[in-house]
């Protein structure tokens, strides 16, 4: 069986409008797809009712620290 991880960033853009919907929909989809890793990214202080995500805060990242980690995500997703 193979590995997913799906990645979505600047949730926290979504108009009011599309937030809910958005936030329906992605619970059914992660109940249909419980083995897939599931990243939800959000500016600091939005408070956004997205069920069971464990909410982790993360320092800035220099340039430098930014591309390291884009590299490392490459690697390990195999893209080229």
Same mark, same amino acid.
């Given at each position: 069986?193979?590995?997913?991880? #799906?990645?979505? !960033?600047? #949730?926290?853009?979504?108009? %009011?409008?599309?937030?809910?919907?958005? *936030?329906?929909?992605?619970?059914?989809?992660?109940?249909?797809? %419980?083995? #897939? &890793?599931?990243? #939800?990214? &959000?500016?600091?202080?939005?408070?956004?009712?997205?069920? !069971?995500?464990?909410?982790? &805060?993360? %320092? *800035?990242?220099? !340039? !430098?620290?930014?591309?390291?980690?884009?590299?490392?995500?490459?690697?390990?997703?195999?893209?080229?």
């Amino acid at each position: 069986q193979g590995k997913a991880g #799906v990645i979505f !960033d600047g #949730v926290d853009e979504l108009s %009011p409008e599309t937030s809910k919907p958005f *936030s329906t929909e992605l619970a059914h989809i992660r109940a249909n797809y %419980p083995a #897939v &890793t599931w990243i #939800v990214s &959000t500016r600091p202080g939005v408070n956004y009712q997205l069920g !069971d995500f464990a909410e982790v &805060t993360l %320092p *800035s990242l220099t !340039d !430098d620290e930014m591309r390291r980690v884009g590299e490392r995500m490459q690697r390990r997703l195999h893209v080229q």
